[in-house]
């Protein structure tokens, strides 16, 4: 019995060099996808959006926003065809071409054009930011906006804002009427 013991020793101690090796495999790969998972897990994502203006709906807002869960910098904005803009003699209007950074959630937004002087349609946005300051790594999105889904929208109903100011003016002339009559 103690021979056949000692002849099967060397077979378990193959086993158990090559369950190692299979476990300290597994252990790697492990370690790896965690690490990529909470990569992923913390990650910019800036996108570029066009919308109806707050006070003014044939008036075209942008907005550049972070809605990702890290935050981005060096992010630069490229359209395809470029932004045109029919400005009746104005001063061009565009989004800003670089922005530093973005926190998570932060917005950046300003006034885009009427939507008449917009004489492209649909463009291509790619937006481009980088994960580290002064990062190599970039990250890219590149999409299509289509204005033409807009024109329609562009002149439904009354934002609210305005239409609050529309109110006041009219309750205002009624107290004045009110306060002349009581004189």
């Given at each position: 019995?103690?021979e056949?013991?000692?002849?099967?020793?060397?077979?378990?101690?193959?086993?158990?060099?090559?369950?190692?090796i299979v476990?300290?495999?597994?252990?790697?790969?492990l370690?790896?996808?965690?690490?990529?998972?909470?990569?992923?897990?913390?990650?910019?994502?800036?996108?570029?959006?066009?919308?109806?203006?707050?006070?003014?709906?044939?008036?075209?807002d942008?907005?550049?926003?972070?809605?990702?869960?890290?935050?981005?910098?060096?992010?630069?904005?490229?359209?395809y065809?470029?932004?045109?803009?029919?400005?009746?003699?104005?001063?061009?209007?565009?989004?800003?071409?670089?922005i530093?950074?973005?926190?998570?959630?932060?917005?950046?937004?300003?006034?885009?054009?009427?939507?008449?002087?917009?004489e492209?349609?649909?463009?291509?946005?790619?937006?481009?930011?980088?994960?580290?300051?002064?990062?190599k790594?970039?990250?890219?999105l590149?999409?299509?906006?289509?204005?033409?889904?807009l024109?329609?929208?562009?002149?439904?109903?009354?934002?609210?804002?305005k239409?609050?100011?529309?109110?006041?003016?009219?309750?205002?002339g009624?107290?004045?009427?009110?306060?002349?009559?009581?004189?």
């Open positions: 019995m103690e056949i013991l000692k002849s099967l020793e060397p077979i378990g101690i193959l086993v158990t060099a090559l369950a190692t476990l300290a495999y597994v252990t790697y790969v370690s790896k996808e965690t690490k990529r998972l909470a990569s992923l897990g913390s990650q910019p994502q800036v996108v570029f959006t066009v919308e109806p203006g707050e006070f003014e709906m044939s008036f075209l942008y907005e550049i926003q972070n809605v990702g869960t890290a935050t981005a910098y060096d992010i630069s904005l490229r359209f065809p470029s932004l045109s803009f029919n400005t009746k003699g104005q001063a061009a209007r565009h989004p800003p071409p670089k530093s950074l973005l926190k998570p959630g932060q917005k950046f937004s300003g006034f885009l054009s009427d939507y008449s002087d917009l492209t349609r649909t463009f291509q946005v790619t937006a481009s930011w980088a994960c580290t300051p002064k990062g790594v970039e990250e890219s590149s999409y299509t906006i289509d204005l033409t889904l024109e329609g929208v562009m002149r439904l109903g009354t934002p609210p804002a239409s609050i100011a529309q109110s006041l003016e009219k309750l205002t009624l107290v004045e009427r009110i306060a002349r009559s009581a004189d």
